[in-house]
């Protein structure tokens, strides 16, 4: 089992950043997949960022150029720097955890933080 914690939402001004922070509680070498994903008011929840423990990213047009996720495996949390906030950012994050055993794929997410812009 993994269990995810997140960290870091709060209010901030459209323009302005934060940094999201999210601790695995297992070694980061053993989870395939990260990512954060988020659901605003009346929304679906969508992927923002994943990156895997090859290096490999990927993020949504709407956020690319803004965000950066990045692993620090020695400390098995993964960080999601968001800039250049907009007021359609405003959701609940979700960090997620992805692992791959034989040909079965797990999924874990941790509870979310919120996140809200204003304009």
């Known amino acids: 089992q993994v269990q995810l914690v997140e960290s870091g939402g709060g209010l901030v001004q459209a323009g302005g950043s934060l940094r999201l922070s999210c601790a695995a509680s297992r070694s980061s070498f053993s989870i395939n997949t990260m990512g954060w994903y988020r659901q605003g008011p009346g929304k679906q929840r969508e992927l923002v960022a994943r990156?895997?423990?090859?290096?490999?990213?990927n993020y949504a047009d709407s956020v690319k150029g803004r965000f950066t996720i990045s692993r620090d495996n020695a400390k098995n949390t993964v960080y999601l720097q968001m800039n250049s906030l907009k007021p359609e950012d405003t959701a609940v994050y979700y960090c997620n955890a992805g692992v791959i055993s034989g040909s079965v794929a797990f999924s874990y997410w941790g509870q979310g933080t919120q996140v809200t812009v204003s304009s």
């Open positions: 990156s895997t423990s090859s290096g490999t990213t």
